[in-house]
């Protein structure tokens, strides 16, 4: 009986360190390797001059009745530090049309 508790207690206290959390962590001026000592390495990269992205991917699997849950995180580095980061797609949302930082995503289609 105690197995079964303690699987799931360790299943449960895994989520607590998700990516989400960990970004967090992420600040701006850092440098690539602080960011990759934090986050860990990415799953993929992207780059458009002068700018770097790393692209992290989370997905939360646990107690999720409708499936994964994937959510994609961005770093960009400019001149080797760390120029914004967040979820994917958030960013400049809230500028006017005309000043948002316009960054190329790909649509994936799952």
Wanted: glycine fraction near 8%; aromatic fraction near 10%; proline fraction near 5%.
């Amino acid at each position: 009986m105690l197995k079964p508790f303690m699987i799931l207690l360790f299943v449960t206290l895994a989520g607590c360190a998700t990516l989400g959390s960990r970004m967090n962590k992420v600040s701006l001026g850092m440098t690539k390797a602080e960011v990759i000592d934090v986050l860990g390495t990415p799953n993929s990269t992207k780059a458009f001059s002068p700018r770097e992205i790393l692209v992290y991917d989370d997905v939360e699997v646990a107690f999720r009745l409708d499936g994964p849950k994937r959510t994609e995180y961005w770093v960009a580095l400019q001149d080797g530090r760390v120029y914004f980061y967040g979820k994917a797609g958030d960013f400049g949302s809230a500028q006017p049309p005309t000043q948002r930082v316009i960054l190329d995503q790909t649509v994936r289609s799952n």
